[in-house]
């Protein structure tokens, strides 16, 4: 992947040091006059240096990922993420009464998002559902890796949940079945480019943070909690979306292999999300009481931000616009 285009004085100053071998510098500042959630330039910055720790870019040296002054101006980042975040999603309280699967499965009951995949299923055209496959391949290409993280801080059952999960993501060991790869053939199937990052220049700063959240929960211990708080949310919201996925691609003239991710997806979470709510965030919060807090916290990051994303989306369609930045990636895929 080729680093993207700078979106501001922040990527602009980071791409220019990344290009060059690696060697201490003073974090550049950026006003911080945009909310963090919605600003491009902070969004972009920070996916840039999370990336490092995935498949990196073909332009920057592999050394660039512990450079000590890379690291701290990514904790600058990760501060101001982390605020933006603490003030767009209240952390939910937790009963002692309840167990955290059921407080688990009242948030996901009370989070009340525009239904984008009831329009993707009954009304999008063809255009509007590849912008929405462009939107998701930032993470679906990568899909799991950032709770991967997870497995080697967890002991017992709660690491067993993941591995069972994750070892369903990755295919079961066969690179045909593995998530990741079915999204491929979506995204070839609609005319796109399946090509790791192909979209990064084209997606928002909402789309970036679902990313970076991941990572950031991931990347750090102290956000254990947090990162399988997410990932249940993520696996107890997953199934019944993905049937209208699939509903609405076949609508549009999706042929099987097209449609397999999605229908793959309503299988195997619906047995995910008990597995992430019972057995590993469950079995997470009885070996760590104290913690039950941060599964819930978690959890509702991944509704707000999954919120706010169907909020962006829709609108620009209801405008008749596109809900991807303006660049002529998506007419130079077809």
Partial sequence: MQLPTPRGPLTAALFERLRRPPHPFDPPS??????????????????TCYELHYRGF?????????????????????RRLEN???????????????S????????????DGPSL?????????????????????IYHLKEADPHTWAIPRLDGRPKAALVEIQADEYGGGRVEKMHSELFRATMRGLGLDDS????LDRVPAITLAISNTMS?????RRHLGALLGHLAAFEMTSSAPNRRYSTGLRRLGGDEAARRFYDEHVQADAVHEQIAAHDMCGGFVREHPSRAGDVLYGAACALTLDRLFAEHVMDHWRCGASSLRETNVMAESR
């Fill in 84 to 98: 933006g975040l603490a003030r767009a999603v209240p952390r939910p309280p937790y009963p002692p009464d309840l």
């Fill in 216 to 220: 950031f929960f991931g990347l750090h």
């Fill in 100 to 111: 955290v699967r059921r407080a688990l499965a009242e948030l996901v009951t009370a989070d």
């Fill in 30 to 47: 950026a006003p911080a006059e945009t909310p963090a959630i919605a600003d491009e330039d902070l969004q972009l910055a920070l996916f």
């Fill in 117 to 137: 995949s009831a329009f993707l299923a009954r009304r999008a055209d063809l255009e509007q559902f590849r912008e929405f496959v462009a939107h998701r391949s």
């Fill in 58 to 78: 073909e332009e920057v040296d592999e050394e660039w990922e512990w450079e000590p002054s890379l690291l701290a101006m990514r904790k600058v980042l990760e």
């Fill in 196 to 199: 790791y990052g192909a979209y």
